[in-house]
């Protein structure tokens, strides 16, 4: 059962984007996918922060059920809120995000450069 006061995300729901003058329907998955793909070498987001930008704020666990799903992102790229890696990916995802020029110490990231 959901905690009083927190919303629990129940899979891909279906939103609205305007796009000029169409209005076309895009899943959590899109959404999720259009974030994860402009990320670049060397940015690091959280769970949290990639569920608000695709506009499902309070949705960061669902988001990381995701990654384990989509091929061909960059899920190393993503931390939890504490800036700790994958934690079924610690060696490849501090691997990663070191030859993107991103420090990681103990299985967290110690700088990350942020989306503008």
Request: with cysteine; aromatic share 4%; proline share 5%.
């Amino acid at each position: 059962m959901a905690q009083p006061g927190r919303r629990r995300h129940a899979g891909p729901c279906r939103v609205r984007v305007t796009t000029g003058d169409s209005l076309s329907a895009m899943t959590f998955a899109d959404d999720v996918l259009v974030v994860l793909r402009g990320l670049t070498a060397g940015q690091v987001v959280t769970y949290g922060e990639v569920a608000a930008e695709a506009g499902h704020p309070g949705a960061a666990r669902a988001v990381g059920n995701l990654l384990r799903n989509l091929p061909d992102v960059p899920w190393w790229r993503v931390v939890a809120a504490n800036g700790r890696v994958c934690p079924h990916a610690v060696s490849e995802a501090s691997r990663r995000l070191a030859d993107e020029g991103v420090e990681v110490r103990d299985a967290r990231v110690v700088h990350r450069l942020r989306r503008s």
